[in-house]
């Protein structure tokens, strides 16, 4: 194998990579997202959650989401 050769398998092994880390990093982008969506929808449920808990609870204690009666 010559130094010619060499050169181009060794170019050709760095556009590979290159492509290759191109697509992990859209695949990482696309799964931040789905990520960032699911905790942001898992927050809205956790909320309504807590709501539930604090209306329905037993000691008739005030909601956190009330206004106070000064205003």
């Keep these: ?11 050709k092994t ?10 992990l990093d ?3 982008k696309g799964l931040r997202a ?4 699911s905790l942001a929808d898992h927050e809205k449920r956790l909320t309504r ?3 539930i808990v604090e209306i329905t609870r037993p000691d008739g204690g005030v ?4 206004t106070s009666p000064d205003k």
Excluded: H, W
């Design 1 to 11: 194998m010559s130094l010619g050769d060499r050169v181009l398998s060794g170019l």
């Design 14 to 23: 760095i556009v590979l990579i290159e492509e290759r880390t191109r697509a």
């Design 26 to 28: 859209d695949a990482l």
């Design 34 to 37: 789905k990520i960032d969506n």
């Design 49 to 51: 959650l807590e709501t």
């Design 63 to 66: 909601l956190r989401i009330a």
